[in-house]
């Protein structure tokens, strides 16, 4: 029944590595999202893409880069990690209704 | 300006009873859609409910029903019969604009809610 799957669950990065974050979903959606939540601050959204290749801004893209070479696939960047990147970051996916919207389980990334 | 306001951090309700979760949201777009999510202490963020903004009727999920009053800009969550297992943090989410790619879900801050026995 898995719909959203991020590749990893914990992450932990030294301050400066390139970090990937991939998410895979299954229900063949054309929308995808990244987002990341921070305590206090709800889910605030990073990049989204509606087709391949396709890929647009969010509320807080810097420090941050998005790959999508596939529908099912949509992959987070980070160019050079720092420690304010440290956070719990969610892949969501949607139809093209958008009257449902599915989010993966999170990806715990913490940088030292 | 917030586009989605929830404005209570925290709720308790004993376990049976029926609890409020508010929402209220701010758009000029004619067609919009709101959403509610789940997230338990796991992180997962599990999908509730959604209402169109044509819809006529409130949308309703077994135990969960939305609340939509479109003249107020609110659209608050209904649980009923409130369970152990209800205890999570809550958000609500608008997407704007006509059906198609690209519309973003913009979040609220959530509310933790606890249920007590």
């Known amino acids: 029944d898995v719909k959203v799957t991020q590749s990893s669950r914990y992450l932990v990065k030294r301050t400066g590595e390139k970090v990937f974050l991939e998410c895979v979903q299954d229900m063949d959606h054309e929308n995808m999202f990244w987002y990341r939540q921070d305590p206090g601050l709800g889910l605030r959204l990073i990049y989204f893409s509606y087709d391949v290749k396709m890929k647009e801004k969010g509320d807080i893209p810097e420090g941050y880069s998005v790959s999508r070479e596939k529908k099912e696939r949509f992959s987070l960047i980070l160019e050079s990690a720092s420690t304010n990147q440290t956070s719990m970051y969610l892949c969501a996916s949607r139809n093209q209704q958008n009257t449902e919207a599915f989010f993966g389980q999170g990806t715990r990334l913490t940088v030292v | 300006a917030q586009k989605i306001t929830q404005t209570q951090p925290g709720m308790f309700v004993q376990e049976k009873e029926a609890v409020t979760l508010d929402c209220t949201y701010d758009t000029s777009d004619p067609s919009y859609g709101l959403f509610w999510y789940k997230q338990p202490s796991s992180g997962e963020m599990i999908f509730l409910i959604y209402?169109?903004?044509?819809?006529?009727q409130n949308a309703t999920e077994g135990r969960y029903s939305l609340n939509f009053q479109k003249a107020r800009k609110s659209a608050n969550l209904v649980i009923s019969a409130s369970q152990l297992g209800d205890s999570a943090m809550y958000f609500c989410?608008?997407?704007?604009?006509?059906?198609?790619?690209?519309?973003?879900?913009?979040f609220g801050t959530g509310t933790q809610l606890k249920v007590e026995l």
């Open positions: 989410a608008m997407r704007e604009g006509i059906t198609g790619g690209g519309n973003k879900l913009t």
């Open positions: 209402q169109g903004s044509y819809d006529q």
